[in-house]
């Protein structure tokens, strides 16, 4: 899962950048691990490929594209609303153009 790695390279940014201990560093893996549990994957499939090669409506960069074709397809395939989470302005903009709820980003600027 994708989730997984860019959750796991922002911890090891906050090791480097803000001084995490191994303490810090192992109780936010655990944190995320638990968390993930409760997450729904959805696998890189060529259906995900392929809506994540299409146009959107804001531009946004190749693993932003995956995780966006990836919700829009959980969401057709469950007939359920999806909130979409992203501290990425661009990401959030672009998940909203697309019909998604999205927040956590600075919606303003």
């Known amino acids: 899962m994708i989730l997984r790695v860019e959750c796991l390279r922002a911890i090891d940014r906050m090791r480097v950048r803000s001084g995490w201990t191994p303490v810090q560093v192992a109780a936010a893996v655990q ?14 499939s060529d259906d995900v490929l392929e809506l ?9 960069e190749t693993l932003d594209a ?11 395939r ?6 979409f989470l992203t501290n990425d302005r661009r990401l959030g903009l672009a998940a ?6 999205a927040s956590g980003f600075a919606e303003r600027g």
């Open 31 to 44: 944190d995320l691990r638990d968390r993930l549990d409760a997450i729904d994957e959805i696998s890189l």
């Open 66 to 76: 995956i995780h966006l074709a990836s919700a829009l397809l959980w969401k057709k």
């Open 52 to 60: 994540a090669t299409r146009p959107f409506p804001v531009v946004v």
């Open 96 to 101: 909203r153009a697309v019909g998604l709820e």
């Open 78 to 83: 469950n007939g359920e609303p999806i909130h």
